[in-house]
């Protein structure tokens, strides 16, 4: 069972250019989670997503990110316009069940953004 | 707003030493914690997972305990080994409508030395 797959693992963009992130959750897994690290900071939760629904948002920078877990595929986390303050690890992170006080969120590799 | 506080942000310690890693939080309303480690350029590993109603887990090595009620858990690395070098982070779930967000504290940068 291969675990959570992220790509690419380091994508550098120039300013105003679109960052696209893909995460593959695990075998089964229905719920996907992204985090950022952000240098020297701990990660935080973006958004929360379920096949074809945004449960959760509320992590999400207002303007330029947006975020899909389509029927088919992997889930695409998506910032237009990408300024240096974006540079950051993105994580994604799947697990089977959401709430249940056993369930681990499984984490991916990362994605190591660079803005030029 | 939960917060999660770890101390120390770094350590240095000589092979076969036995540590402890500290987490604090500020909500004790959690339905779990967990420990995770991160290696350099990797993603995150969970170490382990103390439900809300436990006092401590065990794998291995590793000893984790929680004290909800003053917002307190602890890592504990027996016989340390150079491999155990990693950054260790200390995630929170909060219980009510949010049950799923982590909430992760900075991290301690631990280096066992051979």
């Known amino acids: 069972n291969a675990g959570v797959m992220q790509n690419p693992r380091h994508l550098v963009r120039r300013r105003g250019q679109e960052a696209r992130l893909r995460c593959s959750p695990m075998?089964?897994?229905?719920?996907v989670y992204w985090y950022r690290q952000l240098p020297e900071e701990g990660l935080k939760f973006m958004v929360y997503?379920?096949?074809?629904?945004?449960?959760?948002e509320s992590g999400m920078p207002k303007e330029r990110f947006s975020a899909e877990f389509p029927k088919e595929g992997p889930s695409i986390l998506r910032i237009q316009q990408v300024v240096r303050g974006d540079s950051a690890a993105y994580f994604c992170?799947?697990?089977?069940?959401?709430?249940?006080?056993?369930?681990?969120?499984?984490f991916g590799p990362g994605t190591r953004l660079t803005v030029l | 707003k939960q917060e999660v506080t770890q101390i120390p942000a770094a350590l240095s310690v000589p092979e076969g030493e036995n540590l402890v890693l500290n987490c604090s939080f500020t909500?004790?309303?959690?339905?779990?914690l967990q420990w995770f480690r991160q290696d350099p350029g990797k993603g995150l590993t969970s170490l382990l997972l103390?439900?809300?109603?436990?006092r401590e887990q065990t794998s291995g090595r590793l000893n984790a305990s929680l004290d909800k009620s003053s917002g307190r858990s602890t890592l504990y690395i027996a016989a340390s080994q150079p491999g155990d070098s990693a950054t260790y982070l200390c995630?929170?779930?909060?219980?009510?409508?949010?049950?799923?967000?982590?909430?992760f504290g900075k991290g301690t940068l631990l280096t066992v030395n051979p």
């Open positions: 992170a799947s697990s089977t069940t959401s709430g249940a006080s056993t369930d681990t969120q499984y």
């Open positions: 075998k089964g897994h229905s719920h």
């Open positions: 997503l379920q096949k074809e629904n945004i449960i959760d």
């Open positions: 909500d004790s309303a959690i339905y779990n």
């Open positions: 103390i439900q809300s109603s436990q």
């Open positions: 995630a929170v779930m909060n219980s009510g409508g949010s049950n799923y967000k982590l909430t």
